[in-house]
């Protein structure tokens, strides 16, 4: 068990990465929009793009920043995992999307904060609005956790 309280502390911003329109590749936004308010955490929507928010980031000068994302983990659907940028492959990239490892690396020079991915397996990455249920029941709980500030988190993957 990783306990997110041990991992977090100080200024801590939650950026959500994903497309609302791509089922449950939603499951960043979601989550940022359902923390919206919570007095523990800054959010920041980040849509599908990481990379374009770093500055955005930088500026709220956070001690740790969660990127929240659905990631393949080969977990089981809804499953939530806190990753360290060294635990994601090092990816490729495009000239038009960076790796979230780079990009979570870079965030982690420029800001100096603790940068750890919080993903959650997604069960259907497809044209739908709507989430799965497992990875909404995931939001669900995190929601509890971060208004509770009992930041606990089990890690599946």
Not at 40 to 68: M, N, W, Y
Not at 91 to 97: A, F, K, N, P
Request: aromatic share 2%.
């Amino acid at each position: 068990m990783n306990a997110l309280s041990d991992r977090i502390a100080g200024n801590v911003l939650v950026a959500g990465v994903g497309c609302p329109g791509r089922g449950d590749d939603g499951f960043g936004p979601a989550l940022v929009h359902r923390l919206a308010g919570v007095a523990s955490v800054k959010t920041l929507d980040c849509g599908d793009r990481l990379e374009d928010f770093t500055a955005d980031i930088a500026e709220q000068h956070p001690d740790t920043v969660l990127v929240a994302d659905a990631v393949d983990m080969g977990a089981s659907p809804g499953d939530v995992a806190l990753l360290e940028a060294e635990d994601l492959p090092l990816g490729v990239g495009d000239t038009h999307r960076a790796p979230l490892r780079a990009v979570m690396e870079y965030l982690r020079e420029r800001t100096g904060a603790t940068v750890l991915l919080l993903g959650v397996q997604p069960a259907r990455i497809t044209n739908a609005q709507t989430l799965s249920p497992q990875v909404a029941s995931s939001i669900d709980l995190l929601e509890t956790v971060f208004r509770g500030g009992h930041l606990a988190v089990e890690r599946e993957a």
